[in-house]
């Protein structure tokens, strides 16, 4: 709604037809349920998909989340355990190097910055 009332085009559809109009988008942007120390996303099942769509179309994808979304842990180490059998998987994890930018209350910031966030003193009061 939000971007709406900015007068920014939106378009929202489901998963399964994002190819057909991934080609047609600028950039694009995904909710963070987490971001990890490395600047990768985690998010609902499917922000993968999507951003390997935008590489191959090239479109910029970023990823909105506040400075509380940021991961002291490596979630995604946790996802990869062997010995960990996942069976409703709600989540993936997005690399980093898939994202044009992070975007926080602090500002657009490269996905390799995440880790300066982690020592911020006005952060760690947030999170």
Do not use: W
């Not at 489901?14 to 109009?21: K, N, R």
């Not at 940021?70 to 998987?89: F, G, I, K, Q, Y």
């Not at 490269?110 to 760690?124: G, I, K, N, R, Y």
């Amino acid at each position: 709604g939000e971007l709406l009332k900015l007068g920014i085009p939106c378009t929202i559809t489901t998963d399964i037809a994002l190819a057909s109009y991934i080609r047609q988008a600028s950039q694009a942007i995904v909710g963070a349920d987490s971001i990890l120390a490395d600047g990768s996303v985690v998010n609902k099942m499917g922000t993968h998909l999507l951003a390997l769509a935008c590489q191959a179309h090239g479109v910029r994808l970023y990823a909105a989340g506040g400075a509380h979304k940021l991961s002291l842990e490596s979630d995604a180490d946790l996802l990869d355990h062997p010995n960990l059998r996942v069976e409703n998987t709600f989540f993936d994890v997005t690399p980093a190097r898939y994202f044009t930018g992070l975007i926080t209350e602090r500002g657009i910031v490269p996905p390799a910055a995440v880790a300066t966030f982690l020592d911020d003193p006005v952060l760690s009061q947030i999170r």
